[in-house]
């Protein structure tokens, strides 16, 4: 893992597998923060950020 400032903006460099466990954390205290002033809000608007990139995640439907 690394870490820079290019231009006002931070670089991060990790693994795939870490970038995965930084948005469960980043997730789980979303969930945690979400009714305590308006922390939630923030950490749900970074998480949407962080994966505006990314492929939609589909929900398979289940077979009941």
Known sequence: MSYSEENGQVVLRMSREDYDIVLMALGALTAMTWDKEKKGVR??????????GNPPYEVP???S
């Open 43 to 52: 950490l749900l608007s970074l998480l949407n950020r962080l994966n505006s």
């Open 61 to 63: 439907e289940s077979k």
